[in-house]
């Protein structure tokens, strides 16, 4: 088995996140026995739950890089709405905009929302696929701070007075979504 995993993801600031997270340093890509390299791949999403996102990400990048990968599916959902957008707010947020997905929760007095964050890890073509979900409560705020990364601007952490957006790199990666399941994720490869 290779001892280098595909994270499949074109995003510098995801990339650099994942690997400060598993590795805990910014710097460094091993985890473990593993060494985490990055591709962009145009997969093909499908609609359903999160996990069924997530599973068919794994397999399809797992039968183009031909061996180990992680993919990663990130949400938002509104409490109000189910926990809709959800896998689809990355399309919600290109064509509303950040303004746009804080009106859509103006006729509502509950502004809670779910940022979930649900890794898919495949050892290679065929091979069964692992979850890690993370999940951090909030709500969704008007923007504040920097909105160069997703919808990081308009989502304010449940005990917190600041937005991912404000917060510290350092802080955000000790109680995001995507710690949560990095986290989970981790443990998982040091005991492979």
Not at 177 to 191: S, T
Request: glycine share 8%; hydrophobic share 35%; charged share 25%.
């Amino acid at each position: 088995m290779s001892n280098s995993i595909t994270f499949v993801t074109g995003n510098e600031n995801k990339l650099k996140e994942v690997v400060a997270i598993l590795s805990g340093s910014p710097n460094d890509s091993k985890v473990g026995k593993f060494t985490i390299v990055n591709k962009s791949l145009d997969l093909d999403e499908i609609q359903g739950t999160i996990e069924e996102v997530t599973i068919h990400k794994a397999k399809s990048a797992a039968q183009i890089i031909n061996g180990p990968v992680l993919v990663e599916d990130t949400c938002l959902g509104f409490e109000e709405f189910n926990n809709l957008p959800g896998p689809y707010i990355k399309w919600f947020v290109k064509n509303l905009g950040l303004q746009g997905i804080v009106k859509m929760l103006s006729g509502f007095e509950n502004k809670s929302a779910n940022a979930i964050c649900t890794f898919g890890y495949c050892k290679g073509p065929n091979e069964k696929v692992e979850l890690f979900q993370g999940i951090t409560k909030g709500s969704i705020v008007d923007s504040r701070g920097p909105t160069n990364f997703g919808w990081d601007s308009i989502f304010q952490p449940e005990n917190y007075n600041q937005t991912y957006a404000e917060m510290d790199k350092v802080e955000k990666n000790k109680i995001s979504h995507r710690f949560k399941a990095l986290d989970k994720l981790k443990n998982y490869l040091l005991n492979e």
